[in-house]
C-alpha cells in the first residue's frame, strides 16, 4: 500500500492543530540528551559475565567525516537505529555507539579542498555530523564517541602495531607499489582497482619502495574456513572467497644462472612442466626492472600498471610483452628458456611468475605466436595424432602424456601427485597452496595518518617506540600536501629523536598508517571507549562482542571487512580477546540513487538529508527512506514520495489527537469485543515484528502500519454509532504509535504518550495475540470500475463465486450497477472484488 492512498483529510481538524515535526522533534531530542536515555552501562560485564545472551551490539560503519553527512548516511543508520530500538523493546540491553573515520586520504583530500588544516577540517566535519544525527534522532550511546584521529585512539592504534610488530606480523621491506602520481601516495592492491587510484581516478604507475606491511597471508586459511560460520550475505562471503582464493599445486624454481637468482613459480598443472618453453613477469614483479632496467622497459611497466586487471587478463586482448634479455632454467629438464614481462601475468595469482605451457594455455599459446616462441606439446587429447605443430592445440583437458621423460605414457592426473614427489627428491620444488591474498601493504606518504610507532636506528635498526611512550603524536605540519615523500619527513624537530634502545641519535618513520588500519578494530574501543589504562578490558570486550548485528555498504565487502576479521583474529591470538570473528551477522545496504544514477555532484544530482529534515521532519526522511523499497537493495529518491509520507505521518498525528481528546484515558474498556480494527491491530503488531525480527523488511512494516491507520480512521467515522468501540479505536492508534516508533522516533513518542500517558520506549514490543489473528470473516472490499464503493464481511472460507454473490448483494454497489452492464469481474481471492461496468 502507498503512503497516499487513505481518505482525504479532515480540513475542519486541519484548520484547528496541524503536525509539527519542528515543536516535536526538538522536545523528544531535549529528553533523550538529558536523561541520556541510550547510553548503557558495562556494569554487567564484570557482575554477570554468565547473562551476555541478553546483550545486542548493533553498529553502523563508521562514516569518514568529510563534509557533511549525504543520504547513504542517513539510510544506514536509520536501518540500526530501527534494529536497536526493536531489540531495546524486546528486553535486550543494546550497545549502540558512533564514531569518525577520521584519518586517511578522504579528511586531508577534504582539507586540501577547502584550504583548512585537516586537524581543523575535520573537526569541523564532525562538529556537523554530530549536529545532524542529533537532528536525526539518532539512539546514539553519545558517551563512547570518538575520531580515530584522536591521540587517546591512536594511542592504542599504535600499541596494537607494536604487538603486531613483537610477533612478526607487521614487517618492512622491498616492494613493487602502486603509487599515484597526484595523490603521491602508495597504495593497496585493493585501493588501486581498475588501473587507478580509488580516490582521485589517476592512472597508478609502478614504483620500488621500502614499506610496512601486515602479514595477513598468515590468516589466509583461517580467514577463508571461517565465513562458513558467519550469518553474512551469501555475495559477500563469496566476494571474499575470491579474494582470498586458495589454491592447491605445486612450487616450482627456475633459476636466472647468469645471476645466481631462484624464481619460485605457483602452479596447479605440473602435469605440464615438460611443455614449458618461456617464462613470464607480471610488469609489478620486484625483479623485473633489475633483470632489465631500460627505458623501454620501465614504459611498458608503467603502461601495464595503469591498465585493469581484467582488461589485461582478458582473453580478446591481443598479448604484449618484452623480453628482458635473460634466461631461466626449467628444472625437468635442463632447457634454458626466455624470460619476458607481460601485462597478462598479475602480481596478484602466485608469485607474480609464470611457467609459459603455450601448448596447453590459451594465453600463453597467444603469446608463443606473437612472438614466435616454440610450442611442445605434452598432453595428449585422446584420439589424437602428434606432429610438429598439432592443429588441435592449446589443448587443455586431461590425456596422455607425452614428451614428459619418465612420465611419458602416464595419464596426466594419475601421475600429477607422482610428478610433484619426484621435484621434492630433487630439490626442484614441493607441495603448495596459493593466495591471491596479498601482505596488507600498509606506508601511506601523508600527513593525515596515524604515526608509525618505530625509530630508525643505524646501529640498532628499527627500534620500536616504548609503550610508556605512546601516543607517538601527529606533530603540527603547516605544508601536508603530497610531495612523494611523507610531509613528516620535513618536521625535522619531530623527526629527530633518540634510539630507544641505545640512546643514540635516531630519526621516527615518517609514513603514516592506512586509514583502514584505524577502522580494523574501532568497534573493540566503543566496549571500553574511556579506559585510559588499555585498549579495552578483556573482559568487557569478550562481552559486548562479537558485534550482533553490522550494518554497511557492500562496497567495504572486501576491504574494511577483511582486515577487521585479520585484526579480530591477530588479537586473539595474543590472548587479548576470547574470540576470533568480529561481526557475527551483516547487513549490506543498497544505494539512494536519483532519477536512477547514482548521486554525484558532477552530474548535479546530490541531494542533502539536512535539506528533507529542516522541511519535513527527520521521521519523514527517516521513514521514507526505509519505504521506498527493500533496504538491501538501490532505490530511486523522489520527492513526491517523501510528500506521501510526510502526509500519512501527519494523518497518525492528526487522528492521535483527535482520539486523545474524544475518546476515555482510564481502563481499558471492552477490549473483549474481537472487532475488525481490533484484529488489524494484532495483524500490524504481528506483520510489523515479524518483518523488522526476521528479516529486515523496514518497507513492508511502514506499509503495515498505514494500513492500521487507513482502518483506524474509518473505524472513527463510524464511531458515532458505537461509541462503546472507542476503547478499540484509542488502542488501535497508540498500536500505531508503537509500531512506527523505530521508524518515526519522535512521532512514535508523541502519539503513545498522548494515549497512554507512557514513554513508549520504556514499554516492552507489543505481543500479538494468536487468538486474534484468525477470523472467522474478512473484510471484502468491492469496487467498481476500480473505486472503492464498499466493504462487506465474508466468511473466511468463501470460495471465488461467493465472493461475487456477496459483492452484489451490497446495496451501495447495485446503486452503481443501476443501469450498467458488468462486462467483467475481477476476484482477487480473500481480498477484493471488482465489477468493470459499461
Same mark, same amino acid.
Given at each position: 500500500?502507498?503512503?497516499?492512498?487513505?481518505?482525504?483529510?479532515?480540513?475542519?481538524?486541519?484548520?484547528?492543530?496541524?503536525?509539527?515535526?519542528?515543536?516535536?522533534?526538538?522536545?523528544?531530542?531535549?529528553?533523550?540528551?538529558?536523561?541520556?536515555?541510550?547510553?548503557?552501562?558495562?556494569?554487567?560485564?564484570?557482575?554477570?559475565?554468565?547473562?551476555?545472551?541478553?546483550?545486542?551490539?548493533?553498529?553502523?560503519?563508521?562514516?569518514?567525516?568529510?563534509?557533511?553527512?549525504?543520504?547513504?548516511?542517513?539510510?544506514?543508520?536509520?536501518?540500526?537505529?530501527?534494529?536497536?530500538?526493536?531489540?531495546?523493546?524486546?528486553?535486550?540491553?543494546?550497545?549502540?555507539?558512533?564514531?569518525?573515520?577520521?584519518?586517511?586520504?578522504?579528511?586531508?583530500?577534504?582539507?586540501?579542498?577547502?584550504?583548512?588544516?585537516?586537524?581543523?577540517?575535520?573537526?569541523?566535519?564532525?562538529?556537523?555530523?554530530?549536529?545532524?544525527?542529533?537532528?536525526?534522532?539518532?539512539?546514539?550511546?553519545?558517551? @563512547?564517541?570518538?575520531?580515530?584521529?584522536?591521540?587517546?585512539?591512536?594511542?592504542?592504534?599504535?600499541?596494537?602495531?607494536?604487538?603486531?610488530?613483537?610477533?612478526?606480523?607487521?614487517?618492512?621491506?622491498?616492494?613493487?607499489?602502486?603509487?599515484?602520481?597526484?595523490?603521491?601516495?602508495?597504495?593497496? $592492491?585493493?585501493?588501486?582497482?581498475?588501473?587507478?587510484?580509488?580516490?582521485?581516478?589517476?592512472?597508478?604507475?609502478?614504483?620500488?619502495?621500502?614499506?610496512?606491511?601486515?602479514?595477513?597471508?598468515?590468516?589466509?586459511?583461517?580467514?577463508?574456513?571461517?565465513?562458513?560460520?558467519?550469518?553474512?550475505?551469501?555475495?559477500?562471503?563469496?566476494?571474499?572467497?575470491?579474494?582470498?582464493?586458495?589454491?592447491?599445486?605445486?612450487?616450482?624454481?627456475?633459476?636466472?644462472?647468469?645471476?645466481?637468482?631462484?624464481?619460485?613459480?605457483?602452479?596447479?598443472?605440473?602435469?605440464?612442466?615438460?611443455?614449458?618453453?618461456?617464462?613470464?613477469?607480471?610488469?609489478?614483479?620486484?625483479?623485473?626492472?633489475?633483470?632489465?632496467?631500460?627505458?623501454?622497459?620501465?614504459?611498458?611497466?608503467?603502461?601495464?600498471?595503469?591498465?585493469?586487471?581484467?582488461?589485461?587478463?582478458?582473453?580478446?586482448?591481443?598479448?604484449?610483452?618484452?623480453?628482458?634479455?635473460?634466461?631461466?632454467?626449467?628444472?625437468?629438464?635442463?632447457?634454458?628458456?626466455?624470460?619476458?614481462?607481460?601485462?597478462?601475468?598479475?602480481?596478484?595469482?602466485?608469485?607474480?611468475?609464470?611457467?609459459?605451457?603455450?601448448?596447453?594455455?590459451?594465453?600463453?599459446?597467444?603469446?608463443?605466436?606473437?612472438?614466435?616462441?616454440?610450442?611442445?606439446?605434452?598432453?595428449?587429447?585422446?584420439?589424437?595424432?602428434?606432429?610438429?605443430?598439432?592443429?588441435?592445440?592449446?589443448?587443455?583437458?586431461?590425456?596422455?602424456?607425452?614428451?614428459?621423460?619418465?612420465?611419458?605414457?602416464?595419464?596426466?592426473?594419475?601421475?600429477?601427485?607422482?610428478?610433484?614427489?619426484?621435484?621434492?627428491?630433487?630439490?626442484?620444488?614441493?607441495?603448495?597452496?596459493?593466495?591471491?591474498?596479498?601482505?596488507?601493504?600498509?606506508?601511506?606518504?601523508?600527513?593525515?595518518?596515524?604515526?608509525?610507532?618505530?625509530?630508525?636506528?643505524?646501529?640498532?635498526?628499527?627500534?620500536?617506540?616504548?609503550?610508556?611512550?605512546?601516543?607517538?603524536?601527529?606533530?603540527?605540519?603547516?605544508?601536508?600536501?603530497?610531495?612523494?615523500?611523507?610531509?613528516?619527513?620535513?618536521?625535522?624537530?619531530?623527526?629527530?629523536?633518540?634510539?630507544?634502545?641505545?640512546?643514540?641519535?635516531?630519526?621516527?618513520?615518517?609514513?603514516?598508517?592506512?586509514?583502514?588500519?584505524?577502522?580494523?578494530?574501532?568497534?573493540? @574501543?566503543?566496549?571500553?571507549?574511556? $579506559?585510559?589504562?588499555?585498549?579495552?578490558?578483556?573482559?568487557?570486550?569478550?562481552?559486548?562482542?562479537?558485534?550482533?548485528?553490522?550494518?554497511?555498504?557492500?562496497?567495504?565487502?572486501?576491504?574494511?571487512?577483511?582486515?577487521?576479521?585479520?585484526?579480530?583474529?591477530?588479537?586473539?591470538?595474543?590472548?587479548?580477546?576470547?574470540?576470533?570473528?568480529?561481526?557475527?551477522?551483516?547487513?549490506?545496504?543498497?544505494?539512494?540513487?536519483?532519477?536512477?544514477?547514482?548521486?554525484?555532484?558532477?552530474?548535479?544530482?546530490?541531494?542533502?538529508?539536512?535539506?528533507?529534515?529542516?522541511?519535513?521532519?527527520?521521521?519523514?526522511?527517516?521513514?521514507?527512506?526505509?519505504?521506498?523499497?527493500?533496504?538491501?537493495?538501490?532505490?530511486?529518491?523522489?520527492?513526491?514520495?517523501?510528500?506521501?509520507?510526510?502526509?500519512?505521518?501527519?494523518?497518525?498525528? @492528526?487522528?492521535?489527537?483527535?482520539?486523545?481528546?474524544?475518546?476515555?484515558?482510564?481502563?481499558?474498556?471492552?477490549?473483549?469485543?474481537?472487532?475488525?480494527?481490533?484484529?488489524?491491530?494484532?495483524?500490524?503488531?504481528?506483520?510489523?515484528?515479524?518483518?523488522?525480527?526476521?528479516?529486515?523488511?523496514?518497507?513492508?512494516?511502514?506499509?503495515?502500519?498505514?494500513?492500521?491507520?487507513?482502518?483506524?480512521?474509518?473505524?472513527?467515522?463510524?464511531?458515532?454509532?458505537?461509541?462503546?468501540?472507542?476503547?478499540?479505536?484509542?488502542?488501535?492508534?497508540?498500536?500505531?504509535?508503537?509500531?512506527?516508533?523505530?521508524?518515526?522516533?519522535?512521532?512514535?513518542?508523541?502519539?503513545?504518550?498522548?494515549?497512554?500517558?507512557?514513554?513508549?520506549?520504556?514499554?516492552?514490543?507489543?505481543?500479538?495475540?494468536?487468538?486474534?489473528?484468525?477470523?472467522?470473516?474478512?473484510?471484502?472490499?468491492?469496487?467498481?470500475?476500480?473505486?472503492?464503493?464498499?466493504?462487506?464481511?465474508?466468511?473466511?472460507?468463501?470460495?471465488?463465486?461467493?465472493?461475487?454473490?456477496?459483492?452484489?448483494?451490497?446495496?451501495?454497489?447495485?446503486?452503481?450497477?443501476?443501469?450498467?452492464?458488468?462486462?467483467?469481474?475481477?476476484?482477487?481471492?480473500?481480498?477484493?472484488? $471488482?465489477?468493470?461496468?459499461?
Amino acid at each position: 500500500m502507498r503512503a497516499e492512498d487513505h481518505p482525504p483529510a479532515d480540513n475542519l481538524l486541519i484548520a484547528m492543530r496541524r503536525y509539527d515535526p519542528t515543536q516535536i522533534e526538538p522536545k523528544w531530542q531535549r529528553i533523550w540528551a538529558q536523561e541520556r536515555t541510550w547510553e548503557v552501562s558495562n556494569e554487567p560485564a564484570a557482575s554477570l559475565p554468565a547473562a551476555a545472551a541478553d546483550k545486542s551490539y548493533v553498529l553502523e560503519m563508521l562514516p569518514y567525516p568529510s563534509g557533511e553527512p549525504h543520504m547513504g548516511h542517513l539510510k544506514c543508520y536509520s536501518i540500526g537505529d530501527a534494529i536497536a530500538h526493536f531489540r531495546r523493546r524486546r528486553g535486550e540491553r543494546v550497545l549502540h555507539p558512533m564514531g569518525y573515520d577520521a584519518f586517511g586520504l578522504p579528511a586531508e583530500n577534504h582539507a586540501i579542498k577547502t584550504g583548512r588544516h585537516p586537524r581543523e577540517s575535520t573537526e569541523a566535519s564532525i562538529a556537523q555530523f554530530r549536529e545532524q544525527f542529533r537532528s536525526w534522532g539518532i539512539s546514539i550511546d553519545w558517551s @563512547r564517541e570518538f575520531g580515530t584521529h584522536e591521540p587517546d585512539y591512536y594511542r592504542w592504534t599504535q600499541w596494537i602495531f607494536l604487538r603486531l610488530f613483537e610477533r612478526g606480523l607487521a614487517y618492512r621491506r622491498d616492494a613493487a607499489v602502486k603509487w599515484c602520481p597526484t595523490d603521491e601516495t602508495v597504495l593497496a $592492491n585493493e585501493q588501486a582497482r581498475d588501473g587507478v587510484c580509488e580516490r582521485c581516478g589517476t592512472p597508478v604507475v609502478a614504483r620500488q619502495l621500502e614499506q610496512w606491511f601486515f602479514r595477513i597471508t598468515d590468516y589466509a586459511d583461517r580467514l577463508l574456513d571461517d565465513l562458513d560460520s558467519l550469518d553474512w550475505p551469501e555475495h559477500v562471503k563469496t566476494m571474499q572467497r575470491n579474494w582470498i582464493g586458495r589454491s592447491h599445486g605445486a612450487e616450482v624454481v627456475f633459476r636466472c644462472e647468469e645471476l645466481g637468482t631462484d624464481y619460485p613459480v605457483f602452479t596447479t598443472r605440473p602435469d605440464t612442466l615438460f611443455g614449458a618453453t618461456f617464462f613470464v613477469l607480471a610488469p609489478e614483479h620486484p625483479d623485473v626492472l633489475k633483470l632489465n632496467d631500460s627505458p623501454e622497459v620501465r614504459s611498458y611497466v608503467d603502461r601495464a600498471v595503469a591498465e585493469p586487471p581484467e582488461q589485461r587478463g582478458s582473453e580478446l586482448r591481443e598479448k604484449t610483452g618484452i623480453p628482458l634479455g635473460r634466461t631461466v632454467t626449467n628444472p625437468v629438464n635442463g632447457e634454458q628458456i626466455p624470460v619476458y614481462v607481460a601485462d597478462y601475468v598479475l602480481m596478484e595469482y602466485g608469485t607474480g611468475a609464470i611457467m609459459a605451457v603455450p601448448a596447453h594455455d590459451e594465453r600463453d599459446h597467444e603469446f608463443a605466436q606473437a612472438f614466435e616462441l616454440p610450442v611442445r606439446e605434452v598432453v595428449r587429447a585422446p584420439g589424437e595424432e602428434g606432429g610438429e605443430d598439432p592443429v588441435h592445440l592449446p589443448y587443455t583437458g586431461d590425456g596422455e602424456m607425452v614428451n614428459s621423460g619418465r612420465f611419458d605414457g602416464r595419464h596426466n592426473r594419475d601421475a600429477f601427485d607422482e610428478i610433484v614427489a619426484w621435484l621434492a627428491e630433487e630439490g626442484l620444488g614441493r607441495p603448495a597452496v596459493s593466495f591471491r591474498l596479498r601482505d596488507w601493504l600498509i606506508s601511506r606518504q601523508r600527513y593525515w595518518g596515524c604515526p608509525i610507532p618505530i625509530v630508525h636506528c643505524e646501529r640498532c635498526g628499527l627500534v620500536a617506540v616504548p609503550d610508556d611512550e605512546l601516543p607517538v603524536e601527529l606533530p603540527d605540519v603547516q605544508d601536508y600536501a603530497p610531495k612523494g615523500r611523507s610531509p613528516l619527513a620535513a618536521a625535522t624537530e619531530w623527526v629527530e629523536t633518540e634510539c630507544p634502545s641505545c640512546g643514540g641519535a635516531a630519526r621516527r618513520e615518517t609514513d603514516t598508517m592506512d586509514t583502514f588500519v584505524d577502522s580494523s578494530w574501532y568497534f573493540l @574501543r566503543y566496549c571500553d571507549a574511556r $579506559n585510559a589504562e588499555a585498549a579495552f578490558d578483556r573482559e568487557i570486550g569478550d562481552y559486548w562482542m562479537p558485534v550482533d548485528q553490522y550494518i554497511g555498504g557492500v562496497e567495504h565487502a572486501i576491504l574494511h571487512l577483511m582486515y577487521a576479521r585479520f585484526f579480530t583474529k591477530a588479537l586473539a591470538d595474543l590472548d587479548l580477546l576470547g574470540f576470533e570473528e568480529p561481526f557475527a551477522s551483516l547487513f549490506t545496504q543498497g544505494m539512494i540513487t536519483r532519477e536512477g544514477a547514482k548521486m554525484a555532484k558532477s552530474r548535479g544530482n546530490v541531494i542533502s538529508p539536512r535539506d528533507y529534515v529542516e522541511r519535513y521532519g527527520a521521521d519523514t526522511a527517516r521513514c521514507y527512506i526505509l519505504y521506498i523499497g527493500p533496504p538491501d537493495q538501490d532505490a530511486d529518491w523522489s520527492d513526491e514520495g517523501v510528500g506521501g509520507i510526510h502526509r500519512f505521518l501527519a494523518r497518525l498525528w @492528526r487522528l492521535a489527537d483527535e482520539v486523545a481528546e474524544q475518546t476515555p484515558s482510564e481502563g481499558d474498556g471492552d477490549l473483549a469485543e474481537p472487532t475488525a480494527l481490533l484484529r488489524k491491530a494484532h495483524w500490524a503488531i504481528g506483520k510489523v515484528t515479524s518483518d523488522l525480527g526476521e528479516r529486515f523488511a523496514f518497507n513492508t512494516a511502514i506499509a503495515a502500519v498505514i494500513e492500521l491507520v487507513n482502518d483506524a480512521y474509518r473505524y472513527k467515522d463510524e464511531l458515532a454509532a458505537r461509541p462503546a468501540g472507542a476503547p478499540q479505536l484509542r488502542f488501535a492508534v497508540a498500536t500505531a504509535g508503537s509500531l512506527i516508533f523505530p521508524f518515526a522516533p519522535h512521532l512514535g513518542s508523541e502519539v503513545y504518550e498522548l494515549l497512554t500517558g507512557a514513554r513508549v520506549w520504556e514499554q516492552p514490543w507489543p505481543e500479538a495475540d494468536p487468538a486474534l489473528l484468525t477470523s472467522e470473516t474478512f473484510e471484502l472490499i468491492v469496487q467498481v470500475n476500480g473505486k472503492l464503493r464498499d466493504r462487506v464481511a465474508a466468511p473466511a472460507d468463501a470460495s471465488q463465486e461467493d465472493q461475487e454473490r456477496l459483492a452484489l448483494g451490497s446495496e451501495k454497489v447495485a446503486a452503481q450497477l443501476d443501469g450498467g452492464q458488468i462486462v467483467k469481474t475481477v476476484v482477487v481471492p480473500g481480498r477484493l472484488v $471488482n465489477f468493470v461496468v459499461r
